[in-house]
């Protein structure tokens, strides 16, 4: 066996960000591999159909892509220093539309924030999130004037921060005092931002319905110390619309989960350990969250390890079922939930999934 050397990490390929066409017909995925000149990982996109693996194309330091439909795929992409540069200093973030069939890429539209695409809702429509402050929502509702304006004097304060809320710093992330996740709905044929919640809410969980026409979600407005618990509201797309579900605040949502028509709910109500303490599932009806399945473990992957390095979904909803990972001391296990309280482990291995 050879000797393994310092720099056999740069052939490391890691593996992550799985998605499904929504016939389920192929599926893409992320790998990622170190490059060592620029001391940063880049990627690159690959498509799975019949089990073969084909190369789509680098991505360069991204790894976020969506499918809009079966033959399509929405890649968050720069393609050039110019469209890096607009990034980095003017926060217009550029997406490429891809077909497979053609193998044919076009710019399909420019965000004027740094946004995710959480989801597609219809042929024009998607469902957008964002970290911003109140005040970097000029950048959408503003004037070119204002908005250089006020990214030249954002530019000026970058060298330091103002701490005025806990938690200010995040694993990962560095600083976000301040910064409330946003919901929008972004209308590509009118290249419009539509925004989901009031400025200073802080959005938490979230989750689409199957019909695509109403969004549960979790969260709060600002609060100078973030308190751990939340009310569980619906927002209507058609008829933009908010409903409070459950106007409570004694638990910690860790997950919404639509299943069947019905909101099942991943919740700890923190009395034995805090934060530290592992969700049990409930059903939310009538304003009151009914115990379903004890649980007690955790929800997706906390085993240590760095052999792995993109994210990918722990969890998801299919036929009237929900499978998710767990940590079970020192390994994963793929556990399976259904409405009438069954918990069961359909998938278990010696190590991580």
Excluded: W
């Amino acid at each position: 066996m050879e000797t393994l050397k310092l720099n056999a990490f740069l052939d490391f390929h890691f593996i992550g960000n799985v998605k499904t066409a929504p016939d389920e017909s192929r599926y893409g995925f992320v790998a990622a591999q170190a490059h060592e000149e620029k001391n940063e990982y880049h990627h690159t996109l690959y498509l799975v159909d019949n089990n073969e693996v084909k190369k789509v194309r680098k991505l360069k330091k991204n790894n976020a892509f969506i499918f809009l439909n079966n033959h399509q795929l929405l890649l968050d992409l720069q393609k050039n220093k110019q469209e890096e540069t607009a990034l980095k200093e003017k926060a217009n973030q550029s997406f490429y539309r891809y077909d497979i069939q053609e193998k044919n890429l076009e710019k399909a539209f420019i965000l004027p924030i740094r946004a995710n695409i959480e989801a597609v809702i219809n042929d024009h429509v998607l469902l957008v999130s964002s970290s911003m402050t109140v005040e970097d929502h000029i950048l959408y509702e503003g004037t070119k004037e204002q908005r250089d304006t006020y990214l030249k004097e954002k530019k000026k304060s970058a060298h330091y921060e103002d701490i005025d809320q806990l938690p200010y710093y995040y694993n990962g992330r560095n600083f976000v005092t301040g910064q409330q996740k946003q919901l929008f709905l972004y209308d590509t044929s009118t290249e419009t931002l539509k925004r989901i919640v009031d400025k200073a809410f802080g959005l938490e969980q979230f989750t689409l319905t199957d019909d695509k026409k109403t969004i549960f979600y979790t969260g709060k407005p600002f609060e100078k110390v973030t308190s751990f618990t939340s009310k569980i509201y619906a927002y209507d797309i058609e008829t933009d619309e908010h409903k409070t579900l459950y106007d409570q605040t004694d638990y910690n949502i860790v997950k919404l989960i639509e299943m069947n028509d019905k909101l099942v709910v991943a919740a700890r109500d923190m009395k034995r350990y805090g934060l530290n303490q592992n969700p049990d599932f409930f059903v939310l009806e009538d304003n009151r969250l009914t115990l379903l399945a004890k649980h007690g473990q955790s929800m997706g992957n906390t085993v240590g390890s760095d052999c792995r390095l993109l994210g990918t979904e722990t969890s998801f909803v299919k036929d009237k079922t929900f499978y998710f990972v767990t940590t079970i001391d020192d390994h994963c296990e793929l556990k399976a939930l259904t409405l009438d309280g069954t918990l069961n482990t359909v998938f278990e291995m010696p190590g991580s999934i």
